[in-house]
C-alpha cells in the first residue's frame, strides 16, 4: 500500500501530479486515482486506498470544495488523524477544514523552493513519522518539466537606491507585471509567491529556470534619486542564459500607481512578442524526432502572420502536423483558422465560401477547448470579420481586451472592424495602442496598412498612399496590398502612379472584378463602392 493518498477535484489533475512527482522524488510512495485498475470498483478501491495510506494530502480549489468525494475522503483523514492540506487557489475552505493549518501553494508548479510546499514535506513527514523512509526536506525533487507554452518568473526586483524603505516601489511594480503577465493565457507564469522565494539571493538563471520550470525570467532593477525613478528590465532565456529582451523606463515618484501601470503595459506588451519569437527559435533548434504539437505550431507562427499565399500554405503544413499529434490543441485550430480566413479575404482560395466555413468551425474549435484565451478569442474574433459577423466579431475582441488589456493583436483587430464599421478616427486610436504595446512585432506592417486605409475612409488619400507603401516596404510580397495602392492613388488623382499599381494588382489577380473585390472586402458598402469606382477608372471589369 501507498504512504500518501492524494485526493483532489478533476481540474486540479496537474497538480495533483506536481504533488505526486515531488513527493515521490523525497522517497514515499503515492496513490491517486489515476492509479485507479481497470477491473475493480472504483469506490471499493478507494476505501481500500484511503484507509491503508499513512497520509492524505488534500488539495483544496474550487472544485473541490464543491466535490463530495474530496470532502468525503478529508473526513476520513481528519477523523484518523493523517490529514495535510494544501489549497491551489483563493477558495474558502468547508467547515471545519477552514480551522485546520493549510499550506498556501497557489500558482506552485512542482519547485522545492517554496514556503507552503516546505510546510507540506513537513506535515506529510510528522504525520508518517517512522513508518516510512524518512526523506529530508531540504532533498532535491525531480525538476518540473518545461510546459507546452512560453514559461516565465518574475523575479524580485533589485534596489539601487541608498535611500532606506524603497523595497515597496519594486515589489509593487514586480506583482504588477505578474499579474499583467498572468492575464495572457498562452503563458505559463510562476506565481509572486514562488518566485519571492528568491529575493535577496544572488540570481543564477539556470538553476532558477531548472527549480522553477521555466525557459525565462524577468530580472530588473529600481533606481530612485529624489522625485525621479528608473526601472531596468532583462528577459533572460535560462537554458543558456542568452538575453533576449532589454527596457529602460524613467518616471517620477509622484504617482507611483500611474508609473507602476504605464511601466506593466510596456514590458507587457514588449514581453509577448519577444517570448514568442525566442520560442520560434527555440522550436527550431530542435531535432524532427522532438517535435511535438506547440513546437509545430510555433514553427507555424511566422509563416501565419506573413500574410502571403505561399507562407499562409507553410503555416497550414505545419498545423496540420501539430493537429496530427493533437487534434484538440487551442493555438493550431486557431492559427489553422486564421489561415482559413486569409484564403478568403485575400482572394487565394478558388471556393471561398468552402475556406470561410472551415475557418469559422477551426476557429469555433479553438474556442471551445480556450475560450479564456486572448489570443484565441481574437483570432476567432478575426475569423467572424471576415466572415462579416461584426457583432460577434466586436465581443469576442473586447473579450480578449478585457481579459488582457496588453493583447496587441487584440487591439489591432478591433482597430480594423472600427474601420469596416466607418469609424476611422476611433480605429486610428486603436492602431496606435497597438503599434504601443508591441514595438516589435513582426504583423505591426498590418497595423500600418490599417492606419491607411482609415486615411482612405477619411479621404486622406494621400495618407493611405504614404502607410500602405511603407506596408510594402516593409512586406514586400504583401502583393494583396496593391488592391487598395491603386485605389487611394486614383483617388488622389496620381493617374500614373495609380495606373503602375493597377498593372502589378492584374499580375497579382488577372482575373479581378469587381464581384470579386466586392465579396472579398468587409468595409461597408458605401465604402466599398467608393474603392470600387476608383479601380473602375483605372480599368476594373464589372
Request: proline share 5%; charged share 25%; aromatic share 8%.
Amino acid at each position: 500500500m501507498s504512504d500518501v493518498f492524494i485526493s483532489y477535484a478533476r481540474s486540479t489533475a496537474k497538480q495533483a501530479r506536481a504533488v505526486s512527482e515531488a513527493l515521490q522524488a523525497l522517497g514515499y510512495s503515492v496513490w491517486r486515482d489515476d492509479d485507479l485498475p481497470s477491473h475493480r470498483t472504483y469506490s471499493d478501491v478507494i476505501e481500500e486506498q484511503l484507509a491503508s495510506a499513512k497520509a492524505v494530502v488534500v488539495i483544496w480549489s474550487t472544485e473541490a470544495v464543491k466535490s463530495q468525494w474530496v470532502r468525503s475522503e478529508a473526513d476520513r483523514a481528519r477523523a484518523d488523524d493523517k490529514l495535510v492540506q494544501l489549497a491551489v487557489d483563493q477558495a474558502r475552505l468547508p467547515m471545519p477544514f477552514d480551522q485546520i493549518q493549510c499550506a498556501d501553494l497557489t500558482g506552485w508548479t512542482g519547485e522545492g523552493v517554496h514556503p507552503g510546499w516546505s510546510k507540506v514535506i513537513a506535515s506529510v513527514a510528522d504525520v508518517i513519522g517512522g513508518a516510512a523512509a524518512a526523506p529530508s526536506p531540504t532533498a532535491k525533487p525531480t525538476p518540473p518539466a518545461l510546459p507546452d507554452k512560453p514559461s516565465i518568473a518574475v523575479l524580485p526586483f533589485a534596489v539601487m537606491s541608498s535611500e532606506p524603505g524603497q523595497d515597496y516601489l519594486a515589489d509593487g511594480i514586480v506583482e504588477s507585471i505578474t499579474s499583467a503577465l498572468s492575464r495572457i493565457r498562452s503563458f505559463f507564469v510562476i506565481a509572486r509567491n514562488s518566485a519571492f522565494a528568491y529575493k535577496g539571493q544572488a540570481t543564477n538563471v539556470r538553476e532558477i529556470g531548472r527549480q522553477l520550470g521555466v525557459a525565462y525570467v524577468l530580472e530588473g532593477s529600481v533606481q530612485k534619486a529624489g522625485p525621479r525613478i528608473r526601472i531596468n528590465v532583462e528577459l533572460v532565456e535560462t537554458e543558456g542564459g542568452a538575453n533576449v529582451w532589454t527596457g529602460r523606463h524613467d518616471g517620477a515618484v509622484d504617482d507611483i500607481f500611474d508609473l507602476q501601470d504605464r511601466i506593466t503595459e510596456q514590458v507587457a506588451g514588449a514581453l509577448q512578442p519577444s517570448i514568442r519569437i525566442a520560442e520560434i527559435e527555440r522550436s527550431r533548434r530542435k531535432r524532427p524526432q522532438e517535435l511535438g504539437a506547440y513546437d509545430y505550431a510555433m514553427r507555424a507562427m511566422p509563416h501565419a502572420w506573413v500574410l502571403e499565399k505561399d507562407e499562409s500554405a507553410k503555416a497550414l503544413e505545419l498545423l496540420d502536423k501539430a493537429l496530427g499529434i493533437d487534434p484538440d490543441y487551442p493555438l493550431a485550430l486557431s492559427l489553422a483558422g486564421w489561415c482559413h480566413a486569409q484564403r478568403c479575404v485575400y482572394n487565394w482560395a478558388a471556393d471561398p465560401e468552402e475556406s470561410q466555413a472551415l475557418a469559422l468551425q477551426l476557429a469555433e474549435r479553438a474556442a471551445q477547448l480556450s475560450g479564456d484565451d486572448p489570443l484565441i478569442l481574437a483570432v476567432l474574433g478575426a475569423v467572424h470579420t471576415f466572415a462579416h459577423n461584426l457583432g460577434t466579431a466586436r465581443v469576442l475582441l473586447e473579450r480578449a481586451v478585457a481579459i488582457d488589456p496588453n493583447a496587441a493583436w487584440a487591439w489591432h483587430r478591433l482597430a480594423y472592424l472600427d474601420n469596416y464599421t466607418d469609424r476611422p478616427q476611433q480605429a486610428l486610436e486603436k492602431f496606435d495602442r497597438a503599434l504601443r504595446l508591441s514595438p516589435l512585432d513582426p504583423m505591426n506592417f498590418n497595423n500600418l496598412v490599417g492606419i491607411g486605409s482609415a486615411h482612405e475612409l477619411q479621404g486622406d488619400y494621400d495618407q493611405a498612399v504614404a502607410f500602405y507603401r511603407r506596408g510594402l516596404e516593409e512586406r514586400p510580397h504583401a502583393d494583396w496590398l496593391y488592391r487598395h495602392l491603386a485605389g487611394a492613388l486614383c483617388g488622389a488623382g496620381r493617374m500614373d502612379e495609380a495606373k503602375a499599381a493597377y498593372a502589378q494588382m492584374l499580375r497579382v489577380y488577372p482575373d479581378m472584378t469587381a464581384a470579386k473585390f466586392r465579396r472579398a472586402m468587409v468595409f461597408s458598402p458605401a465604402a466599398t463602392e467608393r474603392m470600387v469606382e476608383n479601380l473602375r477608372k483605372l480599368g476594373l471589369p464589372e
